[in-house]
């Protein structure tokens, strides 16, 4: 049975303690652990294989055992992992994360915070990762300025390799007015889905041809997970929770958000006494961008 964040986050930092004793592992942001290994640093997201332990597939502790091997292998193979661009540019990628998480990394030496945060929705936003197997490091200031390279170029070649880690996304019926669109990647995310919407109008097209000129809501409850419904469906909406729980253990967010014609229109709420949720409209609760100096 698996329990809370916390105490998993806890049991995976005795784990490592026990099979890794030369490391030295701490907890780190809203659900990570801080690695140290021999001078060379790396963050643990938990996100994913807490996931997969909760879905039971397979014994907890083979996929504890697997999951801190395959860091083990990524943090001993590189010297440096984030000093060299040309040697991480490839992995640089988007990940969606709560619009908070940069105001974690605020401490008294700049070097340390983040160096870009791009808001979304009013509780998620974009952010710089290089991946590894099954981790992924944030990139900090410092890091970014010894790169020497300018944040577009950076942006660019993060959105192009996020696109191309998910370009395979499975398509499912949701009922007679909805569709499930969800990737396989390790890491998912939905954020190229986010800056551009070509690939889901045609994943639409492809799956619902008769949908193909009519508006449709887009729910973002989970990394991985999007729904879509034609206009005057939302109700539907309503299960969108619920599914997402179901097949992601936690949701990123616990807001439901919509789209009308690939704008962002409103937040889906349920009113105290209504059994069908309603949108309303969130104009000027979007933060502004932080970019790099």
Not at 85 to 97: P, T
Not at 176 to 187: A, E, F, P
Not at 270 to 282: S, Y
Request: net charge neutral.
């Amino acid at each position: 049975m698996i329990g809370t964040k916390e105490k998993f986050r806890q049991e995976m930092i005795q784990t490592i303690l026990t099979a890794y004793p030369q490391w030295q592992a701490r907890p780190k942001d809203e659900f990570a652990i801080s690695v140290e290994v021999s001078g060379k640093k790396g963050c643990i997201n938990l996100d994913n294989i807490y996931h997969r332990v909760q879905l039971g597939r397979e014994p907890k502790q083979v996929l504890i055992k697997d999951f801190l091997s395959e860091f083990a292998k990524a943090i001993s193979i590189t010297e440096n992992p984030l000093d060299n661009f040309d040697a991480i540019k490839k992995r640089i990628s988007l990940i969606v994360r709560p619009t908070d998480l940069s105001r974690d990394y605020l401490s008294n030496n700049p070097d340390e915070q983040l160096a870009f945060s791009y808001p979304i929705l009013p509780d998620l936003a974009l952010y710089w990762v290089v991946e590894n197997v099954n981790s992924w490091h944030y990139i900090a200031n410092g890091q970014f300025s010894k790169w020497k390279v300018p944040a577009d170029e950076v942006m660019q070649l993060a959105y192009e390799n996020t696109c191309k880690a998910e370009r395979f996304m499975n398509v499912g019926e949701f009922g007679n007015d909805g569709l499930l669109i969800c990737t396989d990647r390790k890491m998912g995310t939905i954020s190229h889905l986010l800056c551009g919407h070509s690939t889901l109008q045609e994943l639409i097209q492809d799956a619902r041809p008769d949908w193909s000129q009519r508006p449709y809501w887009v729910g973002i409850p989970a990394p991985d997970l999007i729904i879509v419904t034609k206009e005057g469906h939302d109700g539907i909406i309503k299960e969108i929770s619920r599914i997402a729980q179901k097949n992601n253990g936690k949701v990123l967010s616990d807001g439901i958000y919509v789209f009308y014609k690939n704008e962002f229109t409103g937040e889906v709420v349920r009113k105290p006494g209504q059994k069908e949720p309603v949108i309303i409209d969130f104009k000027n609760r979007i933060p502004e961008m932080v970019l790099p100096n």
